[in-house]
């Protein structure tokens, strides 16, 4: 794979929205979005296959934080922003085989970008 490079970070109001990007491909790949806040531990968001776009979410943010796919970028749509989302959001990948998880731990992920600032204020 080539490095992966996120885009659609910035600042964005409390109570806005914003969606993220990452060139990814490959059929055996998973591709998760993931966040890290200073001082805190990066934090698993959600998950994809890229095979049949079967998605693995944390169960604290399906409700506004939304993964999707096309032939070579995934998404991360997140509505409803609050300052606690403020973080650097990053997209790896890793492969795997059909049948597994594809969710967002971070210690089964090889592949990492350098991620895109999000600020809410």
């Known amino acids: 794979h080539v490095q992966l490079v996120e885009s659609g970070g910035g600042s964005v109001q409390t109570g806005g929205s914003m969606r993220l990007s990452c060139v990814a491909s490959?059929?055996?790949?998973?591709s998760g979005w993931f966040r890290q806040a200073p001082g805190k531990e990066r934090e698993g968001i959600a998950g994809i296959w890229l095979r049949d776009s079967s998605t693995y979410y944390n169960i604290s943010m399906a409700d506004r934080f939304t993964v999707a796919r096309d032939k070579t970028t995934v998404y991360l749509q997140m509505l409803n922003l609050k300052p606690e989302d403020t973080a650097r959001y990053t997209c790896?990948?890793?492969?795997?085989?059909?049948?597994?998880?594809?969710?967002?731990?971070?210690?089964?992920?090889?592949?990492w970008g350098r991620g895109t600032q999000v600020t809410v204020s």
């Open positions: 790896a990948t890793r492969t795997g085989a059909y049948g597994a998880a594809c969710s967002p731990l971070p210690f089964q992920f090889v592949n």
């Open positions: 490959g059929d055996s790949v998973c």
